[in-house]
């Protein structure tokens, strides 16, 4: 009886991490339909306060059910010697993170003024290959095949972002270094992840949104009117309110909380591959609802840029070392899961399209 329940969780939980990468890959479709009317760091100084706000509602549920478990202990987390500490550190980690994630977020948005959904979706999602790269640098192991990997995804990269002439569009360069922006989110989160419990944990990504939505909202009247026309009307923002709507409430604050629950009991091989699916959507969304089109030189890129995802979170042989401990609120973060091992095995959902994406 027992092992039926565990059977069911988890494959409850493997339909939850479905519906996060479905909501993910559909927010593709809303970033780009919105660049049609408004400018990049107003579309995500908004979504980004949106989400922000929403996941304060979550944040509050979360830490009333943990004050009514009070005698339940963290044992896994790592102390912070007083509640002034934990703020400080909070504070801290959001405004670090937020940084990164400022960065991430308004590469890519910016660089889908001109880049299609579908191909955003996949060049975005190569962060997952960089994760274990810049994992080095931090002195974490990796595997061999996080090195094939990365040949199969450059395979890829080049397929799908090559010209007849031979060159790289402007665009796709841009979403290209806001994957490498949000392996350097991922693995600032997975730095500061492990002395934080659940609860904490949200509050880190409610500072993180907040934060990077000033920034953004500070940008945007310098930056905006120089990619988009009327950037900054009124009229524009009424148009895309139903994609502001989506991204900021349904994608990051649902898509983020969809997450950390299907987390709690999937395997986290299974569950990274599920959520790797997030692309595969982005790509259907901006076929079907945009009626964007792929060469089959571009399809092809597609197709071994997924393999490469795949291939870096299975897992081969012993796990790599060079980690730090989290604790088991701190784990269910995706994004904590995805920097925690080098060879990449991990996803995350504040990433790019529910920012986390």
Not at 136 to 148: A, D, I, K, S, Y
């Amino acid at each position: 009886m027992e092992h039926r329940s565990e059977r069911f969780k988890q494959i409850a939980s493997t339909g939850i991490l479905l519906g996060a990468a479905l909501v993910w890959g559909m927010c593709f479709v809303a970033q780009r339909s919105s660049m049609e009317h408004v400018g990049p760091f107003l579309f995500n100084g908004l979504r980004e306060v949106l989400g922000a706000a929403a996941l304060s509602v979550v944040l509050l549920v979360v830490w009333l059910v943990a004050r009514s478990r009070e005698g339940r202990k963290d044992r896994d987390r790592l102390p912070l010697p007083s509640s002034a500490a934990t703020g400080r550190y909070l504070l801290l980690s959001g405004v670090l993170c937020g940084i990164a994630l400022y960065l991430a977020s308004n590469f890519q948005q910016v660089g889908m003024v001109q880049v299609t959904a579908s191909k955003a979706a996949f060049i975005t999602t190569l962060y997952i290959v960089l994760v274990p790269i810049l994992g080095l640098l931090l002195r974490h192991r990796t595997h061999w095949n996080t090195w094939v990997s990365v040949g199969i995804a450059l395979v890829g990269l080049y397929l799908l972002c090559i010209s007849d002439s031979l060159t790289v569009e402007l665009g796709d360069a841009i979403v290209l270094a806001s994957a490498l922006f949000w392996a350097v989110h991922i693995l600032a989160v997975g730095h500061f992840a492990p002395r934080l419990s659940l609860t904490q944990l949200f509050g880190l990504c409610v500072i993180q949104f907040a934060f990077a939505g000033v920034l953004s909202l500070m940008t945007a009247p310098f930056v905006d009117h120089l990619i988009v026309p009327a950037a900054m009307s009124l009229q524009a923002l009424g148009i895309v309110a139903p994609e502001l709507l989506y991204a900021g409430i349904l994608s990051t604050a649902g898509g983020f909380t969809l997450a950390a629950i299907g987390q709690r009991y999937a395997r986290p091989t299974p569950a990274a591959l599920v959520m790797s699916t997030e692309s595969v959507f982005g790509l259907l969304g901006g076929v079907v609802l945009l009626g964007e089109t792929l060469t089959l030189q571009e399809g092809t890129g597609c197709v071994l840029m997924l393999a490469a995802i795949v291939l870096t979170q299975l897992s081969f042989g012993k796990k790599a070392r060079g980690h730090p401990p989290v604790p088991p609120g701190g784990s269910d973060h995706p994004m904590v899961k995805s920097s925690l091992d080098a060879g990449g095995r991990g996803y995350c959902p504040t990433h790019p399209s529910g920012t986390v994406a």
